[in-house]
């Protein structure tokens, strides 16, 4: 893993903020309307409609993939992803720190928010448990998504485009507190209206910052990808290993 500042070209492609602006919003907007299909699974007991559904959903957040690594791709001077190197130990203990330390903030701010609210699972998460609570073909999907589409799709989206589309001559933290404010709004159900709905706002935001951090520090988009992964994939995979298990 190299250790080398985010490089970024000499003029923003396209130059209008307005149209940066639009962007940003448009794959926004495709982030939040692709699990639709999946939840539409949940309404069958058709094994083959689910398989359509969940297809159509991976099919869908590809392309919405594919989309944000183009814009992507005219604004960083080296490459988007670079060959990982597995022999770098030091890179890699020092990603696993940052993942800590992402866990560790998003431990303190769910127990303040149990401490001032009561609320131990803000409405996105019971979302997710509610989907992988049974073995079936939204559930599998909902780990792979999870797991993997979502941490590549979602990095290409609000730390690739947003660090390299904005504020990329200001202060040095502004690009990353944005990428944390954009990345925690479609993990909300709602607009935060009252203090438990906006703690679970400010963690996801604050785990955004270090994904965007990260991103920042290295220069290499395939490093946040991975802590992403990891993450996610220490919530969801034990899902599915208990699911099958219980279905044994």
Not at 170 to 185: H, K
Request: glycine share 4%; aromatic share 12%; with cysteine.
């Amino acid at each position: 893993m190299r250790m080398t500042m985010l490089e970024t070209t000499n003029e923003v492609r396209p130059k209008s903020l307005l149209l940066r602006i639009i962007n940003v919003v448009f794959t926004l907007f495709l982030i939040v309307v692709a699990p639709i299909p999946l939840v539409l699974a949940t309404k069958t007991d058709n094994i083959f409609l689910q398989i359509l559904c969940a297809a159509t959903m991976f099919i869908f957040y590809i392309g919405i993939g594919f989309y944000a690594y183009r814009l992507l791709r005219k604004n960083v001077s080296g490459p988007v992803f670079t060959k990982p190197d597995i022999r770098n130990w030091r890179g890699l203990w020092w990603l696993v720190g940052m993942w800590f330390v992402m866990i560790a903030i998003e431990m303190i701010l769910a127990q303040l928010r149990v401490q001032l609210t009561g609320v131990t699972t803000p409405e996105n998460q019971a979302a997710i448990n509610e989907l992988t609570s049974n073995l079936n073909v939204t559930m599998v999907a909902m780990v792979i998504y999870g797991t993997f589409l979502a941490p590549v799709v979602e990095e290409l989206v609000f730390r690739g485009l947003i660090l390299n589309y904005f504020f990329r001559k200001s202060w040095w933290w502004a690009n990353i507190i944005l990428s944390g404010a954009v990345f925690a709004l479609p993990h909300m159900d709602t607009i935060p209206t009252n203090l438990a709905d906006t703690l679970s706002y400010v963690i996801y935001a604050s785990m955004g910052m270090v994904l965007a951090y990260i991103y920042k520090k290295t220069g290499d988009l395939k490093n946040s990808i991975a802590v992403h992964m990891l993450n996610n994939g220490i919530t969801m995979i034990p899902l599915l290993v208990v699911a099958i298990m219980n279905a044994i």
